[in-house]
């Protein structure tokens, strides 16, 4: 008996008769089965650049001078920006180098701020395609971070005498590190030396005087520079201050006469006195560290209490000028003008009258230099500004470089 194929039986049996024919297992597309291998690969993309960098994670430390570098193509631009805080919107400058694949940054960072790098590059077929990468800073306390003010202040004129003063309101150790970011120059050009004083404070002068109508810039770079223990330079700064007529008074204790010499030529010979026994005056160089046009004076302020037979307080004592910490001064004493010239009868100030004292105050500025001699007790350098007490190769000695 014959018998009808259905028509699935049927195709089955076509498909048997195919397989054997093509020798394969595998069925047509239009029959359910797989593409043919040129359909089924998609077109492949390059490689993506890849940047890798120095400065990854959220703890980066400020001081990190960050690199940026391209895998699988090169750098065309770069730009480092802060996202957040007092800096946002501010670019850390850099520049990408002749290789083009690497991007290095020439600025520091900012403590807690998130950074990001974004740019373009060209991949390895040519195209260009943007990159993007982004860390965030450690977060430093205001105790992490030394601030610095400077003396003189910026446009000031002051005298040749007048040392640059840096005072941090932290502690530094690293004296080293902040002093490579700390120049000062001068037109016209003298040589001088930092001299470190003590942990928050470093002075600058040249060798000598300076020239009078000196023009110098101190350009202090130490924003996020390490400074030891944990601590960084906060606020580059840049002060610029001019250097005023060489005004420099030579006070003889022996004489009592104080000669008044400006760029030079001696203007005035002034009859003073200067301190008596037991309150000697300092010999050495002192600078003119402020001025009072009226002043009182307390000799408590010097350590002498108020039950000592040599206290004394003395309102609106006139033409005030400080030469060091601890309490001498220049000024007008109109109380001792018959002993002026012929003996010693003050506290360790230098008295004179008050209109020699008024004269001398309207021509002086910070900065100016009083050379004093004739006595056997010395100014030490940390009594004020004693910075000319000391041989400038002494001086040399006590910079960190």
């Keep these: 008996m014959s018998h009808r194929l259905t028509v699935p039986a049927r195709t089955a049996s076509a498909l048997a008769v195919l397989a054997l024919l093509t020798g394969c297992s595998e069925l ?30 959220r703890t980066v430390p400020i ?15 770069l730009t480092l920006t802060a ?37 373009t590059a060209v991949d390895s077929s040519g195209a260009t ?15 992490q971070q030394a601030f610095a003010s400077v003396a003189p202040l910026n446009g000031e004129t002051v005298g040749v005498g007048m040392p640059v003063i840096v005072t941090f309101d932290a502690t530094v150790t690293d004296h080293a590190a902040l ?12 040589a001088g030396s930092w001299y470190w004083v003590n942990d928050r404070e470093v002075h600058w002068r040249p060798a000598t005087y300076w020239q009078p109508g000196t023009d110098v810039k101190v350009d202090l770079d130490i924003n996020s520079v390490p400074a030891g223990e944990g601590i960084y330079g906060q ?85 005030a000028m400080r030469l060091t910490y601890s309490g001498e001064f220049i000024h007008a004493a109109p109380w001792s003008v018959g002993s ?8 360790g100030c230098t008295g004179m009258s008050p209109a020699n004292a008024g004269w001398l105050y309207d021509m002086s500025i ?29 001086y040399q000695a006590g910079s960190a470089l």
């Design 129 to 143: 395609v943007p990159v993007r990468t982004a860390f965030t800073t450690e977060v430093l306390s205001d105790a």
């Design 63 to 77: 001081s990190t001078r960050v690199t940026v570098t391209a895998a699988e193509g090169k750098l065309t631009e």
């Design 179 to 190: 002093e490579r970011h700390m120049k000062v120059t001068s037109t016209p050009a003298q």
């Design 28 to 57: 047509p597309p239009a029959l359910g089965g797989e593409k043919t291998a040129a359909a089924a690969e998609p077109s492949v993309a390059p490689p993506a650049v890849v940047l890798t960098s120095n400065a990854q994670g």
């Design 83 to 119: 996202r957040n805080g007092e800096t946002a919107g501010t670019t850390v400058p850099g520049t990408v180098l002749e290789d083009g694949v690497t991007w290095k940054a020439r600025g520091r960072l900012e403590p807690g701020t998130r950074y990001v790098a974004a740019g």
């Design 340 to 347: 002026q010239g012929h003996a010693n009868v003050s506290h």
């Design 366 to 394: 910070r900065g100016d230099v009083v050379e004093y001699v004739g006595t056997d007790r010395p100014m030490t350098f940390s009594n004020g500004w004693g910075d000319w007490n000391l041989s400038f190769a002494d």
């Design 235 to 319: 606020a580059s700064r840049v002060i610029d201050f001019n250097v005023g007529d060489a005004h420099v008074y030579k006070v003889n204790a022996q004489t009592h006469q104080m000669q008044v010499y400006s760029n030079g030529s001696l203007l005035r010979t002034i009859p003073i006195t200067t301190g008596q026994a037991g309150f000697v005056t300092r010999y050495g160089t002192k600078v003119i560290m402020e001025k009072f046009r009226e002043r009182t004076m307390d000799a408590e302020t010097t350590g002498i209490s108020k039950d000592d037979p040599n206290y004394y307080r003395v309102e609106g004592v006139e033409y």
